[in-house]
Nanobody
């Protein structure tokens, strides 16, 4: 069994910073691409950032220059450093990872439970 557990959400004022973490645990053989999504009330879930195993990254235009995604392969953990936060960044943030379980040849998508980020004065 594999679990993704997010942490680091909360309430922050506009212009502030937060760092989200997502740790994968269980019988993991390998992790490929790791992603952060977000979903605001009444809106569709959108991709915020992704990082492949080798470290290459990609970002949504709305967060470029403000958010940084990184990963620690030894800890099976992905991070999202969010700076210069805006009220429109308010959403539930979800991590998603492509994981191959120990003893299996196939890859599967796993999701975390989500963590609330609220940007408000």
């Amino acid at each position: 069994q594999v679990q993704l557990v997010e942490s680091g959400g909360g309430l922050v004022q506009p212009g502030g910073s937060l760092r989200l973490s997502c740790a994968a645990s269980g019988s993991i053989s390998s992790i490929n691409t790791m992603r952060w999504y977000r979903q605001a009330p009444g809106k569709q879930r959108e991709l915020v950032a992704l990082i492949i195993r080798g470290g290459e990254t990609n970002y949504a235009d709305s967060v470029k220059g403000r958010f940084t995604i990184s990963r620690d392969n030894a800890k099976n953990t992905v991070y999202l450093q969010m700076n210069s936060l805006k009220p429109e960044d308010t959403a539930v943030y979800y991590c998603n990872s492509e994981i191959r379980r120990a003893g299996l040849a196939t890859w599967s998508d796993y999701w975390g439970q989500g963590t609330q980020v609220t940007v408000s004065s």
